[in-house]
């Protein structure tokens, strides 16, 4: 057991399909933290939010609020999970390099970690435990 610990071989310890779904579904449902307050404020009418990239702070709330909520979603279940990423990891990279840009790292490691988190599930993909694995085995 040691030695398969110590295993630089990424499929001796665990599969990596199981890794990804933990990435996956854990970095979602941290993320859903996020968004679902969001989602509760727009829903309520409250668009008071700032405006890092000048679009105003309504339709930064709305876009943001659709990455942080509904792609997490669609990550968490591995459904479209590449393309649910792109808005995750935009809208990290403004938050990160925009608006926290002037805190202290301290601040804005949160957006940082979560853009680099959704980069990775962007390269890998959702893996085998996914619905979109679910629907391509049904398509065949």
Not at 85 to 100: D, E, R, T
Not at 112 to 136: A, E, H, N, Q, W
């Amino acid at each position: 057991m040691f030695n398969k610990i110590l295993s630089y071989r990424i499929n001796e310890f665990i599969s990596p399909d199981i890794a990804i779904a933990i990435l996956r579904i854990g970095t979602s449902a941290i993320m859903l933290t996020h968004g679902l307050p969001k989602f509760l404020r727009i829903i309520e009418g409250d668009f008071s939010f700032g405006d890092p990239i000048g679009l105003g702070p309504e339709l930064s709330l709305i876009m943001i609020t659709f990455a942080e909520f509904f792609c997490a979603i669609l990550v968490l279940v591995g459904f479209g999970a590449r393309a649910a990423s792109i808005p995750l990891i935009i809208g990290m990279a403004v938050a990160y390099f925009i608006a926290h840009a002037d805190d202290p790292f301290s601040r804005s490691e949160k957006a940082f970690i979560f853009m680099f988190l959704y980069s990775l599930i962007f390269l890998t993909g959702p893996g085998k435990f996914s619905l979109d694995r679910l629907i391509v085995i049904r398509k065949r």
